[in-house]
């Protein structure tokens, strides 16, 4: 019964750029530890790539050596805004993509970890008007050798399904 019930809820559509818009990415692991800033794990790319691609927005990646250095020195999400909004080539759209992970505690064999996320979605158009989410996702590891970049690898798909939906609001509204 219960299956039958949720085939009967309807599916939302992700919105649809009009034309292929590309969209500057920066995908940034800061560690909390350490005035270090790393790039994220592959698996997180994976599911933006997904998450745009769907919206008929093309992801054009920062590579973490191009960002490395202005990153490392500035750490508010506006400074490395702007920092993209001045290197932007031929992209009027910037999605900025910053995690970190700490570790909370051991739990029934398990070793728990909280990824903080912020996504930050800007235009050209309106640089004054970005959209920013902030959230937390509690993951669950079991092993001890697993750190940072495995625990926001595995919040990776929560990660995808937030972008794509500030994607939609920002979509919606245009």
Known sequence: MVLMLFACIPHLLPQQAEV??????????????QRAVLGAPA???????????RRNLKPQFLAPEVWLQPFTAARSSGQRLRWMFGRAEGSDMQLLVETSASFYSFIGGRYRWTVT????????????DEQQERFEVPIFLDHDHEREAEAIAEAAPFIGQRAGGMLDVWLGGR
């Open 117 to 128: 996320v912020i996504l930050t979605l800007s235009s050209k158009e309106s640089p004054g």
């Open 43 to 53: 698996a997180v790319q994976t599911v933006l790539t997904d998450a745009l691609e």
């Open 20 to 33: 292929q818009l590309p969209v500057d990415v920066a995908v940034v692991t800061d560690q909390l530890d």
